[in-house]
């Protein structure tokens, strides 16, 4: 008999469940839930027509393995038997496919009663020039054909041959999977309530492989586009700059430019469509790249960057990063369009300015907010789908995608730009499981962010925006959004009284975006105020005054003459592979330098030391060992000091003993001071990271930059002092291989790298141990 504790444990382990279960589905991903409420609800309803026994109260002792299961309880063999009944053949409703269909069907019907009448007026007896009473004849004949349509020609309804795809049957799959690890979780009298194993069993997937053999021969039967899906299912580069005049052509201003603002997240950081609507300003910031770009004194190059903690693949809260760099056309830039949508929305339509006094002021903001007077409320999916197909269709963009279609576009773009994989990955946030880019790394993707910005994601140097050069004065700065003036001097101010508002970190990092944004709008804004000098924004009398016209002359001006590369763009443009090698060794010798720098004030401290120690004895000697290079060699110093009966002077002492008339010969005054030298050998290991023979006879004839010089200098010099006691052995066989070299060089009269070469291929891919116990095998006495 169970334990009356017992039953109060499992109703709170029930309880626990339950609660959490509700939280799942109320956090699941909204399209998901959508899409999956139908086919459970259809499920259910398939489960009662069936007739099937409810679940008895004793359950689950009754369950048999193998045994259907009552109620709407999943198991495989249900689920195979409801997709085969109820899915499989079922005819789409909606959709393209269905409307092809029906237009197909309509033509074909047009066709066969316009054919049916031609035929009609060629059996006609009386035919076109007949009697007067021909009239009479007519309305006797459509008598008659109207009886004989009715009874024996008369169109059939439309009914459609077509069956549902493959993805939808198995989004009726994954909906009822779901179900049964509901039912799974889910307890009654103490355990589950569906013990049934997973239903995606060996039959479930057959039913899956049959639709997918059917897929290509029902596209071909039904005329399907062949492009769909494909590369050519996108559009080009050149489009990005067309939707952007569009948008600033529409008459609805606010709707076109918060489209655009839209379309090129998409485009340019790879967002899905429920990433991109519910941005907030607190989310954006701006990022200093200094190893991008040419550098120009004071002009920094930055990068804009999106926070993201949630979207259909982050239902947890994970952080993942937007970025983007402004880019080389104004038409096609994120930030700048970012920039004249803010300053439209604060200073055209004059929505309030955000209140950056409190969190609670300003976090809710949405970037591509719904109206007006509801800058909380985000862009609904139904919206901006609408906006995005309405300038589609006016750009020309034929696409099977909408909202996505930035993301797909973007992605095969960067590909045939010559990006790497592993970058466009980290654009796209598909490897964010790793634990070292999501926790550790900026996770920014520089190359693919300078082939979006139209530049060389090869090597960073190519990015160059001559428009950034031109920087406006502080006036111009101050009439862009002048309510932020405020908090840029509370920003910049410690002891302004609204200095610790900026504990915050993001109210900081959104205060230094917008003064970027000042920058990049005013040196955007030329270029669009040429083509759009109507619109509501360059109304702004900020557009009108002289020294804002003299700004834009010179901006345009710099951004027309031609530029020429320096030497070292030349040299990086031309050879990569050196200018990388270059930026390795001046990474070198920076890190040498530091390491000597640590190295002298070490020395320096230990010096003071054993000044302090000799003031107190009369006479010392004192061994000072310090290792002072990189490769490891020790010199020893050994210094005696003989120190006079009247102690070491103070600092005036000396000054006086400088004196002409106080100074003496030094013989008579300077203690002894005996310095010898001794530089004992350095400890060097062989590096691990050679792999070939061409290799091996480089570093024994000349060594290896930065680690250690050439080993016949090093047997020269030192003997064998200068090995590790443990590599040993690994010096013998490294040694047996380059003697074999050598052999050879002498006996057929060539170079030792010629030998070193026949070496490798012979060895081929393995390694050179292999190598040494192949020569101490051939030369072993038989």
């Keep these: ?236 580069p050149a489009k990005i700059p067309e939707h952007t005049r569009c948008a600033w052509g529409l008459k609805e201003k606010a709707c076109g430019l918060r489209t655009s603002v839209d379309f090129l997240f998409g485009n340019h950081m790879l967002l899905r469509s429920s990433n991109r609507r519910p941005i907030e300003l607190a989310d954006c910031f701006c990022l200093e790249c200094p190893n991008e ?48 949508w803010l300053f439209f929305r604060w200073q055209v339509e004059r929505e309030p300015f955000p209140d950056f006094s409190r969190p609670e002021k300003w976090y809710n903001i949405k970037i591509l907010r719904q109206q007006k007077d ?25 696409t099977s995608k909408a909202s996505h279609a930035p993301r797909v576009a973007a992605t095969q773009n960067a590909d045939m730009a010559g990006v790497p994989e592993a970058q466009i990955r980290r654009a796209g946030r598909w490897n964010m499981g790793d634990s070292m880019i999501g926790c550790y790394l900026t996770s920014l993707p520089y190359a693919f962010m300078r082939a979006s910005a139209d530049f060389s994601p090869e090597w960073a140097g190519s990015y160059f925006i001559p428009r950034s050069t031109v920087l406006p004065s502080a006036w111009l700065r101050s009439q862009i959004w002048p309510q932020a003036d405020f908090w840029f001097q509370a920003f910049k101010d410690t002891s302004h009284e609204m200095a610790e508002v900026f504990e915050n970190k993001a109210t900081g990092a959104f205060i230094e975006l917008l003064g970027w944004l000042r920058v990049v709008l005013l040196q955007d804004a030329p270029f669009l105020e040429r083509d759009f000098p109507s619109h509501p924004i360059f109304k702004d009398p900020v557009f009108k005054t002289d020294e804002y016209k003299n700004f834009a002359a010179s901006v345009l001006r710099v951004s027309e003459e031609p530029r020429e590369d320096s030497q070292a763009e030349l040299i990086q443009k031309a050879i990569p592979a050196i200018a990388e090698k270059v930026r390795g060794v001046e990474a070198g010798i920076y890190s040498l330098k530091k390491t000597v720098e640590t190295e002298v004030l070490s020395l320096k401290a230990e ?47 000396r000054r006086q003993s400088l004196s002409p008339e106080t100074r003496a010969p030094v013989a008579a005054r300077a203690p002894t001071v005996i310095t010898t030298t001794t530089e004992l050998p350095p400890q060097i290991g062989l590096p691990r990271t050679i792999r070939t023979v061409r290799d091996l006879v480089r570093l024994w004839r000349h060594g290896l930059a930065g680690y250690m010089d050439s080993v016949d200098a090093l047997e020269k010099r030192w003997g064998s002092q200068w090995r590790l006691r443990n590599e040993r052995q690994l010096f013998s066989t490294r040694k047996r291989i380059v003697d074999e070299v050598v052999s050879r060089s002498q006996a057929n009269g060539r170079p030792e790298d010629e030998s070193a070469r026949q070496l490798d291929e012979e060895r081929g891919q393995r390694s050179l141990d292999w190598l040494f116990k192949q020569l101490k095998g051939a030369h072993r006495p038989k």
């Excluded at 550098?295 to 970025?323: C, D, L, S, W």
């Excluded at 020893?636 to 120190?643: P, S």
Aim: include cysteine; charged fraction near 30%; glycine fraction near 6%.
């Design 607 to 653: 010096v003071t030391r054993l000044k302090d120690e000799i003031q107190e004895r009369n006479k010392a000697e004192i061994t000072i060992v310090t290792t002072i290079s990189p490769f490891g060699r020790t010199h020893r110093q050994t210094v005696r000091y003989e120190q006079q009966q009247q102690g070491i002077p103070t600092s005036s002492q």
């Design 1 to 236: 008999m169970a334990h009356p504790d017992d039953f109060e444990l499992l109703k709170a382990v029930e309880n626990a469940t339950s609660y959490y279960l509700i939280d799942e589905d109320k956090t699941q991903p909204q399209n998901t839930r959508r899409t999956y409420t139908r086919p459970q609800k259809e499920w259910k309803e398939w489960c009662a027509e069936k007739a099937l026994p409810s679940i008895p109260p004793e359950w689950p002792k009754p369950y048999s393995q193998g045994g259907v299961l009552p109620a709407d309880l999943v198991d495989e063999g249900k689920l195979v038997w409801f997709l085969d009944e109820k899915v499989v053949s079922r005819a789409p409703k909606t959709g393209s496919r269905a409307k092809n269909k029906r237009r197909r069907w309509a033509e074909g019907a047009a066709e066969r009663k316009a054919k049916k009448a031609e035929t009609a007026s060629l059996d006609d007896p009386a035919g076109p020039s007949g009697p007067d009473d021909s009239c009479i004849t007519v309305a006797v004949k459509t008598a008659v054909d109207k009886t004989e349509l009715t009874s024996e020609d008369e169109e059939e309804p439309f009914k459609s041959a077509l069956t549902l795809k493959f993805n939808t049957v198995r989004t009726y799959g994954n909906a009822i999977t779901r179900l049964w690890a509901e039912q799974r979780t889910r307890r009654i009298n103490g355990q589950m309530l569906n013990p049934s194993p997973h239903p995606r069993g060996f039959a479930n997937k057959a039913i899956y492989r049959y639709l997918l053999r059917q897929t290509h021969e029902k596209g071909r039967e039904e005329w399907a586009d062949r492009m769909v899906g494909t590369i050519k299912d996108a559009y080009s």
């Design 293 to 340: 770009g040419v550098k120009v004194h004071n002009n920094p190059t930055y990068a804009f960057v999106v926070v993201m903690n949630q979207g259909k693949t982050n239902q947890n809260g994970r952080i993942e990063y937007g970025a983007c760099l402004r880019h080389r056309d104004p038409y096609a830039c994120l930030v700048g369009q970012l920039a004249f």
């Design 374 to 398: 509801r800058p909380t409320a985000g862009l609904s999916y139904q919206t901006s789908h609408a906006w995005t197909r309405r300038l589609y269709s006016h750009v020309g963009i034929k």
